[in-house]
């Protein structure tokens, strides 16, 4: 039976966030708007289209898209020069995952360019037989739809499903979607995950495997 693992990309396989803190700053500099690394901080993670109103007042759809377009073409320049490499452990996780015949899959809030630029500079593309973007979905997290899809294109039940998290809305988007939860902490805030850890360096070998028997003994009342 299909098991499969869906990955969080920013702040859970990389950490981009210096790179979407210069992007937007720079972005919104062009547009007029003095933005501080606070009020970045508080969006973090949330779709463009959450964000933008909430610096320009009165944007349109369109000149939302367009600001948005600015800000992710100037964050994949600065991945592109700058490079990036994988968070600890999300290398060895990935690979090993893939070795031992889990299907894995991103599930990110990022355009789909965004995910194809990060995957191919930290070289982990082949781990990952579907990604699921900005553009495949309408709601943001902490709604489930983009691990539902995620797991659906993997041919994945949300049973046979872990998602790998750093953020309180995707562990609550995962526990939504029915599936378990490995909440990785970020600057050690607590996350409700199944399993949380400050880093992936953290978990134990059999770790997933784990994870996913305990979620079918739940599931079948067995002790």
Not at 121 to 146: H, M, N, R, W, Y
Request: proline share 6%; hydrophobic share 45%; glycine share 6%.
């Amino acid at each position: 039976m299909t098991k499969s693992v869906l990955w969080d990309l920013d702040g859970t396989l990389v950490d981009s966030e210096q790179y979407h803190w210069l992007a937007w700053r720079d972005t919104m500099a062009a547009e007029g708007v003095s933005l501080t690394h606070e009020e970045f901080l508080k969006t973090f993670g949330l779709r463009n289209d959450a964000i933008i109103p909430q610096w320009i007042a009165d944007a349109t759809p369109e000149r939302i898209n367009e600001v948005a377009n600015a800000k992710e073409r100037h964050y994949r320049r600065l991945v592109r020069e700058g490079g990036l490499e994988p968070l600890p452990g999300a290398r060895h996780w990935a690979e090993r995952l893939a070795q031992e015949g889990w299907l894995q899959a991103i599930a990110s809030s990022a355009p789909r360019e965004n995910v194809d630029v990060v995957l191919a500079v930290i070289g982990l593309a082949p781990c990952f037989q579907a990604i699921v973007s900005a553009e495949d979905v309408t709601l943001g997290k902490p709604d489930p739809q983009v691990f539902l899809t995620a797991a659906a294109r993997l041919s994945s039940a949300p049973a046979r499903s872990i998602v790998v998290e750093d953020a309180p809305a995707g562990v609550e988007a995962a526990r939504r979607a029915g599936m378990a939860s490995i909440g990785v902490r970020r600057n050690g805030s607590p996350l409700p995950a199944d399993l949380a850890v400050s880093s992936l360096t953290d978990l134990p070998p059999d770790a997933f495997s784990c994870l996913l028997d305990s979620v079918f003994r739940r599931a079948s009342g067995s002790a």
